[in-house]
């Protein structure tokens, strides 16, 4: 098992970027995909998730009706869509596996890629 993210990059306030995280050695039928977020000195922080069982997805408070998670079955990839981007969005994000769905804690998660980083400042 395997994950690819990417699509980081510094970005102005107010702006968009949209994080890939492409997935190998699996489908993403078997397993539920979440995004993760950590900021210098903090912990990790549960994004957004979403159920390769059954389609459903899950956000935090923090990033709700700005954050839209999808995937693209023929290409085993989940998407991480960022509008209204604003500094606290910095930190390096990461895509994980689970096979517990609906869940953003991430202790609940099996695999794990290696981060990108978004930078959001003027």
């Known amino acids: 098992v395997q994950l690819q993210a990417s699509g980081g990059g510094l970005v102005q306030p107010g702006g968009s970027l949209r994080l890939s995280c492409a997935a190998s050695?699996?489908?993403?039928?078997?397993?539920?995909i979440g995004w993760f977020r950590q900021a210098p000195g903090k912990g990790r922080e549960g994004v957004s998730c979403l159920s390769g069982f059954d389609g459903d997805t899950n956000y935090a408070d923090s990033v709700k009706g700005r954050f839209t998670i999808s995937w693209d079955k023929g290409k085993n990839t989940v998407y991480l869509q960022m509008n209204s981007l604003t500094p606290e969005d910095t930190a390096v994000y990461y895509c994980a596996a689970s096979v517990v769905a609906g869940t953003l804690l991430p202790g609940l998660y099996n695999f794990w890629g290696q981060g990108t980083q978004v930078t959001v400042s003027s």
């Open positions: 050695g699996f489908t993403l039928n078997e397993f539920a």
